[in-house]
């Protein structure tokens, strides 16, 4: 939450404590837990969102948890939804024993996943702002997609992951 020099330092470590969790091989669920944890213990009032997902290409299985963050989309050529009804979970560094839970989804070839940040839906209702990147999502290939994005217009920082799966 927030900006400056604070919350940079506060997600450069978030960010290389995740890197350790994961090399540790910990599922996205328990990885949130423990940065959550984290947070908690540094007794400061800062929070975070985060989306911690794996994909395994050989598969097409994506797995993922969030806190806090906005849902993933998922686009299967025609449509784009949300990936509901996984529970958000509360933003880290909140409640120390929050319930983080975990979700997973096969991409199928030519599907695509959408993680982003709430810079990009910042327009109004977040409902609305997710409706609206999901229609520009729908049916496009990635490179297309990304030339669609407005990364300016909600005047706050900006950043997607756009992937998908080929034959």
């Known amino acids: 939450m927030g900006h400056g020099l604070e919350a940079v330092e506060t997600m450069i470590g978030l960010r ?3 890197a350790a969790y994961a ?6 669920a328990t990885i949130l837990s423990r940065l959550n944890m984290l947070l908690c213990r540094t007794g400061t009032v800062t929070t975070a969102t985060a989306v911690i997902a794996t994909y395994r290409p050989g598969t097409g299985q994506l797995r993922w948890a969030r806190a806090g963050h906005p849902p993933l989309l998922l686009a299967d050529g025609d449509r784009a939804t949300t990936c509901l009804p996984n529970p958000q979970g509360p933003l880290l560094g909140v409640f120390p024993a929050a319930s983080l839970a975990q979700q997973s989804h096969q991409l199928l070839p030519g599907h695509s996943v959408l ?3 709430d810079g990009l839906i910042k327009r109004g209702p977040l409902d ?3 409706d609206l990147l999901s229609d520009r999502i729908a049916g496009g290939q990635p490179a297309a997609v990304l030339g669609q994005l407005d990364f300016d217009a909600a005047g706050d ?4 992951l756009l992937a998908q799966r080929i034959a």
């Open 16 to 18: 290389y404590a995740t």
């Open 23 to 28: 090399t540790e091989g910990h599922p996205p």
């Open 115 to 117: 993680l982003y940040t």
């Open 128 to 130: 609305e702002g997710i």
């Open 157 to 160: 920082d900006a950043c997607t």
